[in-house]
């Protein structure tokens, strides 16, 4: 069968994706194409990206719609490339770029732009060199924003840089633990589209209210969709997670979690893995889909298969408790005590009064002849609540143990 795909591309440059319809071409276009269209000012007032300027030598008040700052910026200098090519009323209709060949226009020139000089978000670096004049202000630097940000993290996965992601992420302090970075490094490297990523083209990016959470969104290798989520530490933006879809899907996340907790709760596992298969492979980087999926082998009887999803929930998110908990049982199954051990240690550090992590704890104790140390945690145990069945049980083996030695 012959299948006639429509193309979503933007039939202006045939390259990149067409995202917004253009009402004076009739077209679908991309917001490169769009910008090099309004600048002309003939674009529809009905149009919502038509540019609205009340006085054209106001060369920065533009209103307008922008879906990223790479888009707006992008426009801004469009802008500037027109703007010193015309002449301009504010200058007594002087063109721009010839004033800024003599002394005398050209310090008419420095002084309007210097009521734009506290405003980072102005391109005043290229509006200079268009007009070919020494940029003056050259400690200025680069704008750090989230999609900025995003964009040196796409190229880091580009140049298969993995390693040095780790200082980009929003959760990363594990990763000083050789065990995770291993296990980070090898998730990365083997997803099939990040392996493959040879270049990303910015499509939109969104800030939430706060203004400390950040989805870009990217059209990545011409083809698929690739929203990076990057949340605020501090002054810092920092990569949160990768989503492969568009960030609408990022609101879905929540209730998708849901849909698996409760399919496993009523143990409907063949639903339960086709919604997993769905969604672990757009949120790559969830914990909780990697903890669900560990559940989900468990409940099939199959803990080897269980064991490294419950590590990969663990590694993306060492705070998960129940993940942790799980896992830690999983490592006592194959007798390796002193990992579990060291699990258990965390939660209850965390948990002191986690009754059940603490008789655990003791379990192991008990399995390696630590009496003593067993007594200590069940004794917490039972000071938490004194008719704990489990911790009960086990100091009668200690009870049972002394008497027979
Ligand atoms: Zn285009």
Redesign the pocket.
Same mark, same amino acid.
């Given at each position: 069968m012959i299948k006639i795909l429509k193309s979503n591309r933007?039939k202006? /440059?045939k390259?990149?994706r067409?995202t917004r319809f253009c009402l004076r071409s009739g077209k679908n276009? /991309?917001w490169?194409?769009c910008n090099i269209l309004r600048v002309e000012m003939k674009c529809s007032d009905n149009c919502r990206y038509a540019l609205k300027t009340a006085d054209d030598s106001d060369l920065f008040s533009i209103k307008t719609n922008a879906n990223s700052n790479a888009e707006y910026q992008d426009l801004l200098k469009r802008q500037i490339e027109r703007w010193v090519m015309l002449p301009q009323e504010i200058f007594g209709g002087k063109t721009p770029v010839r004033m800024a060949e003599n002394e005398t226009d050209k310090k008419l020139l420095m002084e309007f732009f210097s009521q734009f000089d506290q405003n980072k978000q102005i391109p005043l670096s290229y509006l200079y060199h268009k007009l070919s004049m020494d940029y003056p202000n050259v400690m200025d630097e680069d704008i750090i924003d989230h999609e900025s940000v995003a964009n040196e993290y796409l190229n880091k996965l580009i140049e298969q840089d993995w390693e040095s992601t780790i200082e980009m992420l929003y959760l990363n302090e594990q990763y000083a633990d050789a065990e995770y970075k291993e296990n980070y490094l090898n998730r990365l490297s083997s997803n099939k589209i990040i392996k493959k990523l040879v270049e990303f083209d910015l499509i939109s990016a969104a800030l939430n209210k706060e203004q400390n959470q950040a989805l870009v969104h990217y059209e990545v290798n011409g083809k698929y969709d690739l929203t990076i989520l990057l949340r605020k530490r501090g002054e810092d933006w920092k990569v949160g997670a990768k989503i492969f879809g568009e960030p609408d899907l990022f609101s879905r996340e929540n209730e998708a979690i849901k849909q698996v907790a409760t399919l496993l709760s009523q143990n409907q596992l063949a639903h339960a893995f086709d919604i997993l298969k769905k969604y672990s492979a757009i949120f790559t980087d969830s914990p909780d889909f990697q903890y669900y999926w560990g559940f989900y082998y468990l409940l099939s009887k199959m803990e080897q298969k269980a064991k490294p999803f419950l590590f990969n929930a663990v590694e993306i998110e060492p705070g998960f408790f129940d993940a942790k908990a799980l896992y830690a049982t999983t490592l006592i199954s194959e007798k390796k005590y002193d990992r579990a051990k060291k699990l258990y240690e965390e939660i209850i550090e965390v948990y002191p009064d986690e009754i059940k992590t603490l008789n655990n704890l003791a379990s192991i104790h008990l399995e390696q002849g630590n009496y003593d140390e067993a007594e200590i945690l069940l004794k917490r145990c039972l000071k938490i609540d004194g008719k704990f069945e489990y911790a009960l049980l086990n100091m009668k083996k200690i009870a049972d143990f002394r008497e027979n030695n």
């Open positions: 933007c202006k /440059c390259k990149r067409g276009i /991309c490169h194409d």
